[in-house]
């Protein structure tokens, strides 16, 4: 449209073998962004041409070195409330609207805006999003949330189609910083003699090296009163020992809280022979983490409670 301003409407429609009802919801989910990006709408003529704004032309046209190191930056209202989480779960980084902003590519306003939505999804965690002059924006709650909040989050990331360059920058990783976490999930996955599923090759790796960077920084869940005997038997548990080898001092809770990572995510194909047991044994794995998070919670409120 902005390259040839005699294009219509048919012509876009053949061009990408779309119907006018598809072309005309593309167009209205443009005009969505560049409203939230204080740009004028794009306007349709009775004739079917389209108008574009000289302000919306000459963003456009911006260096090739720009565009070229952004290309992923269109992401909606809804993916960028999920990123602004991400970038909430960097370590030694006091974050302010700039690094939103900059990171996200969009103007400060509509980061606030974003910011509305982000709050929104914390309701189903007991977690707040706080801002202070001196701390700048982060998340307030006890560690087990949050660490429910950062898996749930990797997850969900991943489902709304968001680059992995994307995930790494928002995290302010680098491939290099995951290289060691990798070579220890392909030693794990050697020792339980099976492959992770799903998603999880892909999640997984944040997942653990979130975690132990929250461990080395002292952010540890609470201790607490359970059983540990059901998991410290499995095969899961011993190949903590692989992954925080290199760690000193980790506390015995954290390595259940891993174990629980390693279940949820790894089936022992040796075990089940018929791939239509997989859904029971998903679900059975789901069931107990449930059950470890209600008695997590329990004992954590009668702890503070006889404080």
Known sequence: MVNNPNVKGKELEQKFNISRRQLGYRIQKINDWLIEQDYPEIERTSQGFFIVDEKVKHWI????????????????????????????????????LNHFSIDLQVSKNTVLNDLKRTKQLLTSYNIELKYTRQDG????????????????????VFQLNISKEMILKCLNLSENDLVTIDEQISKIEQYLENKFIDQSTATLRYKLFLIINRIQHNK??????IEYEALS??????????????????????????TLQL???????????????????????QEMIAQFEKTYIYHFRRQTRSH
């Open 137 to 156: 924006y982060y998340l307030k709650g006890q560690e087990f949330e949050l660490r429910n909040l950062l898996t749930a989050l990797i997850d969900k």
């Open 263 to 285: 279940l949820s995510t790894s089936v022992q194909w040796s075990d089940v022979n018929d791939a239509g047991y997989l859904p029971d044994l998903k679900n059975a794995l």
């Open 61 to 96: 046209n911006v260096p090739a070195t720009i565009k070229s190191t952004n290309e992923d930056h269109f992401y909606t209202s809804e993916q960028r409330a999920y990123l602004i989480l991400l970038i909430l779960f960097r370590e030694d980084e006091l974050l302010s």
């Open 220 to 225: 540890v869940v609470h201790p607490f009163s």
């Open 233 to 258: 038997d499995t095969e899961e548990y011993q190949a903590t020992e692989i992954l925080i080898s290199e760690q000193h001092d980790i506390p015995r809770q954290e390595k259940l809280f891993i």
